[in-house]
């Protein structure tokens, strides 16, 4: 498709679990950011790849999530030992950089709704 | 970490009628954007603004980047039923890390 693709789209797993989360961005983007967000919350920054490198992972909230971009494009959001409060909706956006695009235009998925029981 | 203040954090008006939000900040940016999400979507962009002082519209959407660049605000003129939704502004911190506000929920009575 066009857009920016998540998957998946629902994920509910046990406390202490490993969950992976994908992300297919836009062709063509080569900026990716993963962010957070709670509910009745704005969505909070987790870290941004340009290509394969992750330029600003300080959104990270601690050792337990880590997230890879090892050719550039697909994306994937790893979480180990899953806690309750990692429980929220996981957004992906891509965006073009340099000439053409807009400073700030970040195109998002429809998200991945992670419940941690 | 830096915080965006955004008011009301909700809305209920009648059809037809003029919205107005707003959005401050304790720190300055170079750079504001307005986002609206819609229920079990990602956010979309609706309008970016690059300068202090700096009016720009988009259809029935007019924003505005304040002055002090700490504040900004999103008017919607005649509204109609999709325009329900939940409002974030967005500050632009470097060059690519954008820090949202919690956001104005809009609700529309026809």
């Known amino acids: 498709g066009a857009g920016v693709s998540q998957t998946p789209s629902n994920k509910v797993t046990e406390k202490g679990k490993y969950v992976e989360l994908r992300c297919d961005p836009i062709s063509g983007h080569t900026a990716l950011y993963w962010y957070r967000q709670s509910l009745g919350q704005g969505p909070e920054f987790l870290i941004y790849?340009?290509?394969?490198?992750?330029?600003?992972d300080s959104g990270l909230p601690n050792d337990r999530f880590f997230a890879v971009r090892p050719e550039g494009s697909v994306s994937t959001l790893k979480i180990q030992r899953t806690e309750r409060g990692d429980s929220a909706v996981y957004l992906c956006?891509?965006?073009?950089?340099?000439?053409?695009?807009?400073?700030?235009?970040?195109?998002f998925g429809e998200g991945s709704r992670l419940t941690v029981l | 970490g830096q915080q965006l203040n955004q008011s009301p954090q909700s809305m209920f008006i009648q059809e037809g009628e003029d919205v107005s939000m707003n959005c401050t900040s304790s720190s300055i940016f170079n750079t504001w954007l307005w986002y609206k999400q819609d229920p079990g979507e990602g956010p979309v962009l609706l309008i970016a603004?690059?300068?202090?002082?700096e009016l720009t519209s988009n259809g029935r959407l007019t924003a505005q980047f304040g002055i002090t660049r700490k504040d900004s605000f999103l008017n919607i003129s005649a509204s109609i039923p999709s325009d329900v939704g939940i409002y974030f502004c967005a500050g632009l911190q470097g060059a690519q890390k954008l820090v949202f506000g919690q956001g104005t929920r809009l609700t529309i009575n026809p």
């Open positions: 790849f340009q290509g394969t490198g992750a330029a600003d």
């Open positions: 603004l690059y300068k202090a002082g």
């Open positions: 956006a891509s965006s073009l950089t340099g000439s053409g695009s807009r400073t700030g235009e970040l195109f």
